[in-house]
């Protein structure tokens, strides 16, 4: 009986890998009814119509407000200190923003997408060595301490958006 459960395992297992097998050749370019797929037509498949670049209808220039503001922002991040380039750039910038900073070239600060509460606080994932001093340091801010994962380097907190400077100068933090 264990035998025969054996062979229809073996059986089951053959027929599965063949499958596998003949799925694998038509997406590799090979179809079941022996049409040759190219590589391009699984990749529309996939991922949409590749448009070569003399058909995109990109010809158009960008407006000169939109390429002042893309260089003034690229400055802007060249100016960065080691302690701010730990931290995303669109929270950078609504720290900036609520402090009432203005960067140089732009007319208004850009809307930056960082959810912040009537009190001040946001949520963050920090990247860091976990140690005591970290989560003294969280602590010391109030900080709602979400998850703490050590071994991904990695804790989500609800934190007030000015202590994020302080946070982002700690040498555990990445």
Do not use: H, W
């Not at 900073?101 to 007319?107: D, K, N, Q, S, T």
């Not at 946001?122 to 994962?149: M, P, W, Y």
């Not at 990695?154 to 007030?160: D, L």
């Amino acid at each position: 009986m264990l035998k025969k459960l054996g062979i229809i395992s073996l059986v089951i297992s053959i027929c599965a890998l063949g499958f596998a097998l003949i799925t694998q050749r038509t997406k590799a370019g090979k179809a079941t009814n022996g049409q040759t797929v190219s590589p391009t037509t699984v990749a529309n498949e996939v991922n949409g119509p590749v448009v070569p670049d003399d058909k995109r209808g990109d010809d158009k220039e960008l407006p000169e407000a939109v390429i002042r503001q893309i260089e003034a922002m690229r400055a802007e991040k060249r100016t960065r200190t080691k302690a701010e380039r730990k931290v995303d750039s669109n929270l950078l910038l609504e720290i900036k923003a609520r402090r009432g900073e203005r960067i140089a070239g732009l007319e208004r600060m850009p809307q930056t997408g960082v959810s912040v509460s009537d009190d001040g606080y946001t949520d963050v994932e920090i990247r860091a060595d976990v140690t005591d001093g970290l989560i003294a340091q969280l602590t010391s801010f109030n900080a709602t301490i979400k998850a703490v994962v050590p071994q991904y380097r990695s804790v989500t907190a609800r934190i007030p958006i000015d202590s994020i400077d302080v946070l982002s100068q700690m040498e555990e933090v990445y």
